[in-house]
């Protein structure tokens, strides 16, 4: 019943930025936490973020912290990603995730989710 849409990504120098969203419908958006993954071709997926479903707790993986920020907004059904200072590591094809289940904070692998949107490529250039 739960669709996760993403948008947003894009071919980006390095040091830009984007800025990506995930459209939730068919559930209670605010009733479980938010993640967004992403995998490079070749290489397994990767945690990125999470957000609790307030909003009030987050976690960032070590490559990422301090340069990406995941933020929510529940009257509009939408999680978003904002990635600055962006790196060619960062090219890969990012996927919004979200649980049903009450996981003790921050989950951190895939197995935990049980929606997932289709993916947007990011791709930087140096």
């Known amino acids: 019943q739960v669709q996760l849409v993403e948008s947003g990504g894009g071919l980006v120098q390095a040091g830009g930025s984007l800025r990506l969203s995930c459209a939730a419908s068919?559930?209670?958006?605010?009733?479980?936490?938010m993640g967004w993954f992403r995998q490079a071709p070749g290489k397994e997926r990767e945690f990125v973020t999470t957000i609790s479903w307030s909003g009030s707790r987050t976690y960032y993986a070590d490559s990422v912290k301090g340069r990406f920020t995941i933020s929510r907004d529940n009257a509009k059904n939408t999680v978003y990603l904002q990635m600055n200072s962006l790196k060619p590591d960062d090219t890969a094809n990012y996927y919004c995730?979200?649980?049903?289940?009450?996981?003790?904070?921050?989950?951190?692998?895939?197995?935990?989710?049980?929606?997932w949107g289709q993916g947007t490529q990011v791709t930087v250039s140096s």
């Open positions: 068919g559930r209670t958006f605010g009733s479980y936490a």
């Open positions: 995730a979200g649980t049903d289940v009450t996981w003790t904070f921050p989950a951190i692998i895939p197995e935990q989710y049980q929606h």
